[in-house]
């Protein structure tokens, strides 16, 4: 079985288990996205697949989200890009050159995070950390 096919099929299950249809649209925009050589962006997804309108793949692309199968990624410059998702929490490391992102999950960043969230007496609900720079390859 190819990575693709169990990504999808781990993604269907998990749309079943939430209660969530599997639809065409929903493959479709996965395989885009899983068949992307780096992210993409809303438009370049719909581009990817014409016979859906933009507005469903914006919906399918936050249901996936949600769901944690794909990430959003910021871009230093703001543009915003979708990824798959590799791993439960996690923050990337985002190459200003080529635009490959790489996941990296860091426990003692996480503590830290929420250590001066509680010194400030404020109630984290969710953070995100995007670090910019040039990848090895670059």
């Not at 693709?4 to 885009?32: D, P």
């Not at 871009?75 to 200003?96: F, M, P, Q």
């Not at 830290?112 to 040039?134: D, P, R």
């Amino acid at each position: 079985m190819s990575s693709s096919s169990s990504l999808l099929s781990q993604t269907e299950a998990l749309l079943e288990t939430e209660g969530h249809r599997i639809t065409a649209t929903r493959r479709g925009v996965l395989k885009a996205i899983a068949a992307a050589d780096s992210p993409l962006t809303i438009e370049e997804i719909s581009d990817r697949v014409p016979d859906i309108g933009r507005a469903t793949v914006f919906r399918t692309v936050k249901l996936l989200q949600e769901l944690g199968v794909i990430c959003r990624v910021t871009l230093e410059n703001g543009g915003i890009r979708y990824v798959l998702s590799t791993s439960s929490h996690h923050h990337h490391l985002i190459c200003n050159e080529c635009g490959s992102v790489t996941e990296f999950s860091s426990p003692q960043l996480d503590q830290a995070i929420h250590e001066e969230a509680e010194a400030a007496g404020f109630e984290l609900s969710n953070h995100t950390v995007e670090l910019y720079g040039k990848c090895k390859h670059c």
